[in-house]
């Protein structure tokens, strides 16, 4: 079964700590996306990746920074965490062109004290 | 630029009952439309899609026809279950934002037994 992983499904960390949040994906798909989702606010694209060791900014890149240094693997790196980084991170994949739809982690709880 | 309404929730079912959950784009170009839906705690699944004009898209009972005369993509259920209880997005991709998806803000369904 086809998947995409997120290492931590939940994680809680302190307010100034640097926090990584990896993604893995089997498909040998070409893009991946990092969104967060807040109640009332929907999915917010952060950043995504349409080849290794390329990156775009989303809608919301602030505070953020990813890596992608081998195309099964993106990371999302909060610098220094903030209180109003708490929220649900998702890492989601697909093939090259927008016909073929998303395939998503089940997420990561975030919250940052 | 690219846009995804859909109604708004919560939709209260009981169980058996027909489920509509209407959604309108706004796009450039020849988007492809899809419905996902995410189960509590959890990340999105793309449950069905469209890519083309009067396209009919179908998976576990849900239906939802690419009508470009009217800018809908409306998904429909026969008769729902309580299992079917869950947060359901219209989305689109391919429009003027290229790969990236748009997605609408989610509606959620309640099923009671």
């Known amino acids: 079964d086809v998947k995409v992983t997120q290492s931590s499904r939940y994680l809680v960390k302190r307010t100034g700590e640097k926090v990584f949040l990896e993604c893995v994906q089997d498909?040998?798909?070409?893009?991946m996306f990092w969104y967060r989702q807040d109640p009332g606010l929907g999915l917010r694209l952060i950043y995504f990746?349409?080849?290794?060791?390329?990156?775009e900014k989303g809608d919301i890149p602030e505070g953020y920074s990813v890596s992608r240094e081998k195309k099964e693997r993106f990371s999302l790196i909060l610098e220094s965490a903030s209180t109003n980084q708490t929220s649900m991170y998702l890492c989601?994949?697909?093939?090259?062109?927008?016909?073929?739809?998303?395939?998503f982690g089940s997420g990561t709880r975030l919250t940052v004290v | 630029g690219d846009s995804v309404t859909q109604m708004e929730g919560p939709v209260t079912l009981s169980e058996e009952a027909f489920l509509t959950i209407n959604c309108t784009y706004t796009?450039?170009?020849?988007?492809?439309l899809f419905w996902y839906v995410q189960y509590p705690g959890e990340g999105l699944q793309l449950l069905l899609k469209?890519?083309?004009?009067?396209d009919k898209g179908s998976n576990k009972g849900f239906e939802a026809t690419y009508r470009k005369e009217t800018t809908s993509f409306h998904l429909e259920k026969g008769s729902v279950q309580v299992s079917d209880s869950a947060v359901y997005f219209c989305?689109?991709?391919?429009?003027?934002?290229?790969?990236?998806?748009?997605f609408g803000a989610g509606t959620r369904l309640f099923v009671k037994a």
């Open positions: 989601a994949s697909s093939l090259r062109g927008g016909n073929y739809g998303y395939t």
């Open positions: 498909m040998d798909h070409e893009n």
């Open positions: 990746s349409y080849d290794v060791k390329m990156k």
């Open positions: 796009a450039t170009g020849y988007p492809s």
């Open positions: 469209a890519t083309k004009a009067d």
């Open positions: 989305a689109l991709s391919g429009g003027r934002g290229g790969f990236k998806t748009i």
